[in-house]
């Protein structure tokens, strides 16, 4: 049985920080990328920031580069998304995915095996 779970989220004033966790179990040390996605209220999933095991190198979109920081603690399989001067802009319900089929970008929301349950951040004054 494979679980994603997430953590962490809540409301923050705008320029807050927020600290989103993911506990993987199951066989997830066999997955090559993990990554964390959100979803604005009436708007398309994207992604947010994502990270090869096998590499160990991180990846960001555009929006939340040089603010949010992905990280992955092996000991405890769990997945980190550091997230420092929010915006209400990113307002949104975060996920985190993991089990990226072979061959696809890590923001390829479509070829992701595995989904949590996800965590509500809202940023707002």
């Known amino acids: 049985q494979v679980t994603l779970v997430e953590s962490g989220g809540g409301s923050v004033q705008p320029g807050g920080t927020l600290r989103l966790s993911c506990i993987a179990s199951?066989?997830?040390?066999?997955?090559?990328?993990m990554a964390w996605f959100r979803q604005p209220p009436g708007k398309e999933r994207e992604g947010v920031a994502g990270?090869?095991?096998?590499?160990?190198?991180?990846y960001s979109s555009d929006s939340v580069q040089g603010r949010f920081t992905i990280s992955y603690d092996d000991s405890k399989n769990t997945m980190y998304l550091q997230m420092d001067n929010l915006k209400p802009e990113d307002t949104a319900m975060y996920y985190c995915?993991?089990?990226?089929?072979?061959?696809?970008?890590?923001?390829?929301?479509?070829?992701?095996?595995?989904w949590g349950q996800g965590t509500q951040v809202t940023v707002s004054s």
């Open positions: 995915a993991g089990d990226l089929l072979y061959g696809y970008n890590w923001d390829d929301l479509d070829h992701y095996n595995h």
């Open positions: 199951g066989y997830s040390y066999l997955w090559t990328y």
């Open positions: 990270f090869s095991r096998a590499a160990r190198t991180t």
